[in-house]
């Protein structure tokens, strides 16, 4: 499905723009899912607009435990198969998704992070797929730091009030904005159908929407392969939000973290 370039891409830079890759009729099934899901939201969810200001930014996770629609995608939709290619990997655990709302004329922005740090995950084979479902132009869309995913872990933030986590011992990640000129962006267009593929360790965020009439929903969907094994450093972590069973050193194999045939 994918070529060599595509995959020394995301080898090289961390992230990688794959262009019209899943079929319109995903894209369609998600947007009902979407709809679907904000009418439902879970409870890990989180809005991070204040109350009375305009626009919205809203998240909700693991909708594929709870929501039948985000289930068949996980196990019926080339992402599987995707996330196994650019990462040349034998085997792949679903580790889990997450779907993301700014609508039009949204201010908050998705802050500089590494996704992997608030993981209790280790290994190198970690990916997202990100979907996007409506066109979403450069200037709201993710920023990458080309070849970050090569820096060490740095401390995980709270999105909602950027509290850093506890107790974990790493350090601060650099205040990339007020450096940005030093650094190499990677940002596209894209458009339904298209999708970034990004390793787990590399920095990267967004601005707000602009947009005055075209929302910006992505689903997020998290993959794990040959080298990754389960462990739950100190302090504080996000993902799992429930106790898997595992100890670590585990391959992912449980209920919460499926093993899909590629």
Known sequence: MLQASQRKSYETDGVVYLSKIFDLEWIHFLRDAFELALSQPGPLS???????????FFTDLDMWQRLEPFKSFIFESPAVKIAGEIMQSTRI??????????????????????DQPYWAVTGKQVCSVWLPLDPIEKSSS????????QWPAHNPHHFGDDTPYEGTGLPELPDIEK?????????????????????GMIVHGSYGNSSSDVPRR????????????YFRGPGEIAIPTSDPGLSDGDLLDCDLFPSIAL
């Open 218 to 229: 992505a689903l997020a969907t998290r993959w794990c392969g040959d080298d990754v094994r």
């Open 179 to 199: 450096g940005l000129s030093q650094y190499e962006i990677l940002s596209w267009d894209v458009e339904p159908g298209d999708c970034l593929v990004f390793q």
């Open 46 to 56: 989180e809005e991070y607009t204040p109350e009375g200001k305009a626009g919205r």
């Open 93 to 114: 655990n679903f580790f889990y998704d997450q779907m993301f709302v700014k609508y039009q004329q949204t201010e908050e922005h998705t802050p500089w992070h590494q």
């Open 142 to 149: 993710l920023q990458f730091i080309k070849g970050s995913h």
